[in-house]
């Protein structure tokens, strides 16, 4: 069955220490992976996107995640975190080229604790 | 340059009622995604339009229908509300069906069935 795990209902962090969200998905030949934000009462953001190519991607904000085959995790991380990251993170999966039906995870949310 | 645009923001309709929501995607996009997101399911995908066709659907009751003008914008409906039903609809838009799950999403209509 095609699915996203997040691991992680929620992690508190401290401003200024570093984060790792995990993400894991079922595996199938092609995968298209992405991380969304989510804030309040807002619709999601993109933050990143593996599509193809290395497997180290850069985001906005300073966050980045590392596509791993082997273990079909795609975990989010940032370095150093500020108050304005607390939000709802989704991780979410493509297994088809050019469409648009992603399977989402059931979300992180990251509360970043001054 | 103006995002996508959901409308209305709230509503609340009794079950047994119909509804149909609206979405302007942003200037230029041709392709518009329907998400339903509830705090037990997650984010779901309802249905892909792409120049007026339907290119996806998710695993949702036929009650759960949608179209896609010739100016891109695009409209759900759901007809004999339940109160499962409840949820925030989301619409999203990408340039194209080559920019796999690069979405842009509205607000969202949050949906409230008595």
């Known amino acids: 069955a095609q699915s996203v795990t997040q691991l992680d209902s929620q992690v508190p962090v401290f401003e200024e220490a570093p984060v790792e969200l995990r993400c894991n998905y079922s595996s199938s030949v092609s995968v298209y992976l992405f991380w969304y934000v989510q804030y309040p009462n807002q619709g999601l953001q993109l933050l990143l996107k593996y599509l193809s190519g290395s497997t180290l991607v850069k985001g906005i904000n300073g966050f980045e995640a590392e596509f791993n085959k082997s273990q079909t995790s795609f975990h989010l991380r940032k370095p150093s975190v500020h108050i304005s990251d607390t939000a709802e993170y989704f991780c979410a999966v493509s297994y088809q080229t050019g469409a648009n039906n992603l399977f989402f995870g059931t979300g992180t949310r990251l509360t970043v604790i001054p | 340059k103006a995002g996508v645009t959901q409308t209305p923001r709230y509503l609340i309709k009794t079950r047994g009622q119909q509804v149909t929501l609206s979405c302007s995607p942003i200037?230029?996009?041709?392709?518009v995604s329907w998400y339903q997101q509830t705090p037990g399911q997650g984010l779901q995908f309802l249905f892909e339009?792409?120049?007026?066709?339907?290119?996806n659907k998710g695993n949702f009751p036929g009650r759960f229908s949608g179209r896609q003008f010739s100016n891109s914008r695009s409209e759900m409906n759901v007809s004999t509300l339940e109160l499962g039903d409840s949820a925030l609809y989301l619409c999203?838009?990408?340039?194209?069906?080559?920019?796999?799950?690069?979405?842009?999403f509205g607000e969202g209509s949050r949906l409230t069935v008595l």
């Open positions: 339009y792409f120049s007026e066709t339907q290119r």
């Open positions: 200037s230029g996009h041709r392709s």
């Open positions: 999203a838009s990408s340039k194209n069906r080559r920019d796999t799950g690069e979405l842009f």
